[in-house]
């Protein structure tokens, strides 16, 4: 079954009893990945992972982890991350069980409309299935308001808006932000606050934790010198290195379909203005020089790596701070090429 935006929040919020299956794809995999930890909280349930490898190996796997109970009898969501193509035939066998104890979460990153794996859980009453897009404008407000009512926090559409731009409109960082803006105002859902610019200012992503953008924007714009200074004011222990990813992954989706038109003979100052509201009015000089600086196919590969490094730093033990640095000034290097 396919879920729309007025219909996301509800189902994973009251998730369905009958619901073994959900699949949250697209670009946005932070949305996604909330997504799903709204479904494993809504459920008061544990999280067990599972690699999409073990599944390819035995299929049976899946269903048999589905169907597991809890050794200390409490709910569990079993997850998946990345979910391949490799849990094809075990998700046709948890689809087709008589019954099964346990759901499970699959976070697929972009899929083709011609996916197997979309088309099993679009086409089962058993399955959900949500495609996930970075929310823009009014959108971003909105995703940043609603989360901030699961924080008890009462917040207006402008400094909603300064938060979702502060956040790159990224929903993970925004709950991260939201959290601890919470504590700060002594919030809860129990006894409500008003979130003002005071507190933000105070405490918020701009004031500590950097500008996620413009260490992207450095990169894609080829200023080595300012990058490096920038990246020497990460902490060490790089929790910073996932946002920027993402805001470096943002603005590569904002570019290459941008970029495309212009290749396909578009004039730059129609693509620019046809953009209108996407960019930040400050942004839209330097916008416009990556646009003149990147083609299409550069872009591509850009994303191409965002996509391994951001999977590297979840999945793997490397220094994030020195991982992310060698991969932005890599390109910067390249953009001082072009």
Not at 37 to 59: C, F, H, N, W, Y
Not at 103 to 109: E, K, M, R, S
Not at 136 to 145: K, L, S
Not at 254 to 280: C, Q, W, Y
Request: proline fraction near 5%.
């Amino acid at each position: 079954m396919k879920a729309t935006k007025p219909t996301i929040s509800r189902a994973v919020d009251q998730p369905a009893p009958d619901t073994r299956f959900y699949l949250f794809h697209g670009p946005d995999e932070a949305q996604s990945r909330a997504l799903a930890a709204r479904v494993v909280e809504a459920l008061g349930a544990s999280k067990t992972m599972i690699p999409a490898s073990a599944i390819k190996s035995d299929p049976a796997t899946l269903l048999d982890e589905a169907s597991a109970m809890s050794l200390f009898g409490g709910k569990r969501v079993v997850w998946i991350e990345p979910a391949t193509k490799d849990i094809e035939q075990g998700l046709v066998a948890l689809l087709d069980a008589p019954a099964t104890e346990n759901p499970v979460v699959a976070i697929a990153g972009a899929l083709t409309k011609s996916s197997p794996l979309l088309k099993l859980a679009e086409a089962s009453p058993l399955a959900l299935a949500y495609a996930a897009y970075a929310p823009e404008g009014q959108d971003a407000e909105r995703m940043v308001i609603d989360l901030g009512r699961r924080f008890g926090l009462k917040i207006a559409p402008p400094v909603a808006a300064r938060l979702a731009d502060g956040c790159g409109n990224d929903q993970g960082v925004v709950a991260q932000e939201l959290q601890k803006l919470a504590l700060y105002v002594d919030a809860s859902t129990e006894a409500p606050k008003e979130l003002d610019l005071g507190a933000i200012d105070e405490v918020g992503a701009e004031s500590g934790e950097g500008d996620f953008q413009k260490l992207a924007d450095l990169a894609l714009g080829g200023e080595i010198d300012s990058l490096v200074e920038e990246l020497t004011r990460l902490s060490g222990a790089g929790s910073e290195a996932i946002p920027v990813v993402r805001s470096l992954q943002r603005r590569l989706l904002m570019l290459a379909p941008a970029r495309a038109r212009i290749e396909h003979g578009e004039r730059l100052d129609a693509v620019m203005t046809s953009l209108g509201k996407a960019i930040f009015f400050k942004d839209k000089a330097k916008v416009g020089r990556m646009l003149n600086k990147w083609s299409a196919e550069d872009l591509a590969t850009v994303a191409e790596r965002a996509g391994k490094l951001e999977r590297s730093l979840i999945f793997t033990a490397a220094p994030a701070r020195e991982t992310l640095g060698e991969e932005l000034l890599a390109i910067a290097r390249k953009a001082r090429s072009l």
